[in-house]
């Protein structure tokens, strides 16, 4: 019990320890390197300048070092389809890439299988996608034919590999307490119980959270001029197709490094 006229003592800690929250300590593994590369809409120009860059920055590296893509390849950006080549041989400035799921790839992917959903795909910036494979909007008044049209056109005009590419990406990378994924997770919900739709297209409560994560996030979609760190997520998705700037994380125990690129706009 308390002396008459002194705080208590538990009192005071709890009241500190409220206002000075610890802050959480998150472990690469040890003798690794990775390039997390952010959303890169199209911008296949500035997809070859980053190459460079990351090439010279891992030359002569004795760890063992890969590239991971955190999503949004295709959409808004030029040249999408220079992208979706020059990523689909799998390796990245003569290292192994792995290649994440963005909410654009999904949902050309689910609008290919259910032609409702093109319109709403063309909305979010697939014009550009459409352009860049050479296929014109048809001039049919119905909605649902024209939409129908447009979902076979895409798929002939698209190289079996580039539709292969796409089908075959990941929805989320862990390396130690570091989760790589496209847009984010849930805070206060364990990492095995997050949804499909969370981890491609979450921004709040997740951008804002000042709950503890399990995990740092790295990850992209939510576009910021310059790349994003916290204690608890790195966000990376500089908006190279309205920007001119590609960032990159460099990624190692004990490390961290911005590498990015840009058109000089």
């Known amino acids: 019990m308390p002396i008459s006229g002194v705080p208590d003592v538990t009192v005071i800690t709890k ?23 952010g959303d890169v809409h199209g911008c296949l120009e500035l997809l070859k300048r980053l190459e460079g860059r990351i090439a010279e920055s891992a030359r002569d590296c004795p760890l063992t070092t890969g590239v991971i ?39 050309f992917l689910a609008a290919l299988g259910e032609s409702p959903l093109i319109r709403e795909w063309l909305r979010w910036g697939g014009l550009a996608t459409l352009a860049s494979y050479r296929v ?35 929805v989320s990378i862990q390396h130690g307490d570091y989760m790589f994924v496209h847009a984010g997770i849930r805070p206060g919900r364990p990492l095995d119980r997050q949804s499909r739709s969370d981890l491609l297209s979450i921004r709040e409560p997740f951008l804002s959270s000042p709950k503890t994560l399990p ?32 960032s990159a994380l460099l990624l190692e125990a004990g490390r961290t490094e911005i590498v990015a690129v840009s058109d000089g706009r």
Do not use: W
Request: glycine share 8%.
């Open 15 to 37: 009241i500190r320890s409220f206002f000075k929250r610890e802050v959480p300590q998150f472990n690469f593994p040890e003798g690794m390197r990775i390039y997390a590369v």
């Open 69 to 107: 893509f955190l999503g949004d390849y295709i959409d808004r950006g030029p040249d999408v389809a220079g992208v979706i080549e020059h990523l689909s041989r799998g390796t990245f400035a003569g290292l192994p890439a792995r290649f994440l799921l963005g909410n654009h790839e999904d949902i």
């Open 215 to 246: 995990c740092r996030v790295v990850h992209g979609h939510s576009v910021a001029f310059d790349v994003q760190a916290t204690p608890c997520r790195i966000g990376i998705d500089t908006g190279a197709y309205a920007t001119g700037r590609l």
């Open 136 to 170: 014109m909007l048809p001039q049919i008044a119905d909605p649902a034919e024209r939409n129908q049209v447009i979902a076979d056109a895409i798929r002939r005009a698209m190289p079996p590999h580039h539709i292969d590419f796409l089908e075959r990406l990941e």
